[in-house]
């Protein structure tokens, strides 16, 4: 998106706003450089910014290579003009886009990290809703606010309580799973050091969703300011690829609960890891995700059809293609065999990469695949849930790099402490 003329007059409008700014421009235009930003000044009669599709790239190189996130201003344009701009910027839809990419990362870090911990488990004998074993939750750094397990804070350091679920043994259903990956991302983002200082322990609260509500939580509680609705992805899927990366979301039975063979399987709460080109333009031009709910009625009348035989059959005839099932397959079934891999081969079933506690980093048709055997009485739906990484979340962490670079003086160097 780009922003057009002069902005000189509206500067004069903002100094007063830009007197009691936390920290100096300077600051400003490295945290943008950081994002991607270029500055160029050249002898132009008039200002030049191209903030670009940003959101539809690959990566930060991609989009630099294509030429978005450039500035160029006149060699004159006055120092109040030039941080009018800088403000507007650290808004700026291509802003938040470049941000994504650093989120992006971060959330692949913090779901390999936890996909790789063996003792985060889900399944198994617990006592109440999350488990921390028979060394307690004190031991691996959080105390108990609810009973039966239903609530934790962070009790010794918050980098150390989320170490419990990178190497420590937890059990807890997915939900939890959702969280914590959501927290271990602002820790992959801020490091170590900035994420125990920047936010107090009921912040970073675990436990049900319901009681989630009732604490200070940033997830979904009275710290998670303002939230983004966008259930069936129609305005996420307009913005690009990586506006849904690191974005909560669930797969739900669509059917009453009658209906449900496997309760612990009713639903898969996710955070969106990856999201391939194809799949991005396949939600483009669909609109979302409601065409891929359809997608998905339809693909569990096709399996009505089909007997299952032996565990996750469909998991291993539609997932992984087993050729000995398929080559065992009736005739008859064929057809609808044909029409289900046709479906499947969709680029979102394929390049939507999503993570579910305990299944790990998968794309979401494996997912759909193996609810056809966990719950094959209904369809299931995808939804987005409300989320606020890109207002609240973004605006925190935009503000605590300032202000580091405040501190220390050092505008090109604002990463916190790194893990």
């Known amino acids: 998106m780009s922003v057009r003329g002069s902005l000189m007059g509206m500067a004069l409008l903002l100094l007063p706003v830009l007197a ?61 003009a030039r941080q009018a701009l800088l403000q507007q910027l650290l808004d700026d839809p291509a802003t938040l886009c470049a941000y994504a ?23 198994g004998p617990q006592l109440g809703w999350i488990g921390f ?42 939900g939890v799973g959702r969280q914590v990956a959501q927290l271990a991302t602002q820790r992959e983002l801020y490091g170590d050091a900035a994420f125990d200082t920047g936010f107090a322990p009921g912040e970073l609260s675990i436990g ?68 391939g080109d194809g799949a991005a333009q396949a939600l ?27 565990l996750r059959y469909f998991e291993r005839l539609l997932f992984e293609r087993d050729p000995a099932l398929r080559a065992a397959l009736d005739p008859r079934y064929h057809a609808a065999l044909v029409r289900m891999d046709q479906l499947l081969d969709d680029p979102f079933y394929q390049q939507f990469v999503i993570y579910v506690h ?26 987005l849930a409300v989320h606020n990484l890109h207002t609240t979340l973004y605006r925190r962490w935009r503000e605590a790099q300032l202000r580091h670079c405040a501190a220390t003086g050092r505008p090109g160097s604002l990463t916190l402490d790194p893990n």
């Open 284 to 310: 483009a031009l669909h609109g979302g995700l409601a065409w891929y709910d359809q997608r998905n009625a339809e693909l569990w009348q096709l399996a009505q059809g089909i007997p299952r035989v032996g």
């Open 358 to 383: 305990p299944r790990g980093i998968r794309p979401i048709g494996y997912h759909i695949a193996r609810l056809l055997d966990r719950n094959p009485r209904t369809p299931f739906s995808i939804d």
């Open 208 to 275: 049900t969703f319901l009681a989630l509500h009732r604490t200070d939580s940033i997830l979904l509680g009275a710290h998670a300011g303002e939230f983004f609705a966008d259930g069936k992805a129609v305005r996420t899927a307009a913005m690009g690829r990586q506006a849904f990366v690191g974005v909560p979301g669930f797969i739900e039975h669509v059917y009453d609960k009658g209906t449900l063979d496997d309760l612990s399987n009713q639903a898969e709460n996710f955070v969106v890891v990856d999201v």
């Open 20 to 80: 009691m700014a936390s920290a100096p421009v300077d600051c400003t235009q490295g945290l943008l450089q950081r994002l991607g930003w270029r500055f160029d000044e050249a002898e132009i009669p008039a200002l030049q910014v191209h903030g670009g599709p940003v959101c539809t790239r690959a990566s930060l190189a991609e989009a630099q290579a294509a030429g978005d996130l450039q500035v160029r201003w006149p060699a004159g344009l006055p120092a109040a």
């Open 101 to 123: 990419f650093e989120l992006g990362a971060a959330t692949r870090r913090a779901a390999s990290a936890l996909q790789d911990n063996p003792g985060f488990r889900f399944s």
């Open 133 to 174: 074993g028979l060394q307690g939750a004190q031991a691996q750094g959080w105390q108990r606010t609810r009973s039966f397990g239903r609530g934790f804070i962070p009790s010794a350091g918050n980098s150390r309580a989320l170490q419990a679920f990178y190497g420590g043994a937890v059990r807890a259903e997915c």
